[in-house]
């Protein structure tokens, strides 16, 4: 545990020496603030203007923001991994008793809870719309799991900094499901369910009974984790 912690320092230190770094860890703190303050600002001009109301999508809109700062991490979780990588420290931890499996639980243990806390702290101090708490909770649970997934595939197919960045935007594709659960009805809602972000979209989007949602998060915690466990081979492929 105190070799885990230690990488855990390193990677502190690696955020704080970066600005781009520390602009990305400052992300959730803006998004939290603009939800807050600014949304409701916009939502009553847009209203006075053309007579829409976006009230009634504050569920969504929620949903969604508190998604970024979970893909913000894995994004830099990636990019510290392939910074390592370039400077020969993961072949070194591989030949120490830390091992690659540990190195990458570090990854695991700290911006997993850091995609954790963001997202939770979004759901829960936004303002403007209110989820229950334990829906929150689970729901922040698989959204953690993305920055894995994220951290993961930029690793494995990232040659460097400037393609991890290009990558990035994989991101982009998998919020894709967050819009269609929301939006798309059925029979053709089916089609989200290729993205993993649809199962946490699904929790808050349908009024389902409890074991319904359980059985969603449950089956979600599943995709995600054959997710990373094949692109963790992969990661251990491309590093013997």
């Given at each position: 545990?105190?070799?885990?912690?230690?990488?855990?320092?390193?990677?502190?230190?690696?955020?704080?020496?970066?600005?781009?770094?520390?602009?990305?860890?400052?992300?959730?703190?803006?998004?939290?603030?603009?939800?807050?303050?600014?949304?409701?600002?916009?939502?009553?001009?847009?209203?006075?203007?053309?007579?829409?109301?976006?009230?009634?999508?504050?569920?969504?809109?929620?949903?969604?923001?508190?998604?970024?700062?979970?893909?913000?991490?894995?994004v830099l979780?990636?990019?510290?991994?392939?910074?390592?990588?370039?400077?020969?420290?993961?072949?070194?931890?591989?030949?120490?008793?830390?091992a690659r499996?540990?190195?990458?639980?570090?990854?695991?243990?700290?911006?997993?809870?850091?995609?954790?806390?963001?997202?939770?702290?979004?759901?829960?101090?936004?303002?403007?719309?209110?989820?229950?708490?334990?829906?929150?909770?689970?729901?922040?649970?698989?959204?953690?799991?993305?920055?894995?997934?994220?951290?993961?595939?930029?690793?494995?197919?990232?040659?460097?900094?400037?393609e991890a960045?290009?990558?990035?935007?994989?991101?982009?594709?998998?919020?894709?499901?967050?819009?269609?659960?929301?939006?798309?009805?059925?029979?053709?809602?089916?089609?989200?369910?290729?993205?993993?972000?649809?199962?946490?979209?699904?929790?808050?989007?349908?009024?389902?009974?409890?074991?319904?949602?359980?059985?969603?998060?449950?089956?979600?915690?599943?995709?995600?984790?054959?997710?990373?466990?094949?692109?963790?081979?992969?990661?251990?492929?491309?590093?013997?």
């Amino acid at each position: 545990m105190k070799k885990i912690t230690a990488l855990m320092t390193g990677d502190i230190k690696n955020i704080t020496r970066d600005p781009a770094f520390i602009m990305l860890f400052m992300a959730p703190v803006i998004i939290l603030l603009f939800l807050r303050f600014l949304v409701p600002v916009f939502s009553e001009i847009i209203s006075e203007k053309t007579g829409f109301s976006v009230v009634p999508y504050y569920d969504f809109i929620v949903l969604f923001f508190s998604f970024l700062p979970v893909s913000m991490a894995g994004v830099l979780a990636g990019l510290i991994i392939i910074d390592e990588r370039d400077e020969g420290l993961i072949m070194y931890y591989s030949v120490t008793p830390i091992a690659r499996k540990g190195y990458m639980l570090n990854k695991v243990y700290f911006f997993g809870i850091a995609g954790f806390v963001w997202s939770f702290l979004i759901f829960l101090l936004n303002g403007l719309y209110y989820f229950p708490f334990w829906l929150s909770f689970i729901t922040s649970c698989l959204y953690a799991l993305t920055t894995l997934v994220l951290a993961l595939f930029l690793s494995v197919y990232a040659g460097n900094k400037v393609e991890a960045l290009a990558l990035s935007k994989f991101a982009g594709i998998i919020i894709t499901g967050i819009p269609l659960v929301w939006f798309v009805p059925w029979p053709w809602k089916m089609a989200a369910f290729i993205f993993p972000t649809a199962f946490p979209a699904y929790i808050l989007a349908e009024n389902n009974t409890v074991p319904a949602i359980l059985f969603v998060w449950a089956a979600g915690t599943a995709y995600y984790a054959v997710i990373i466990h094949l692109f963790y081979r992969m990661f251990e492929k491309k590093w013997q």
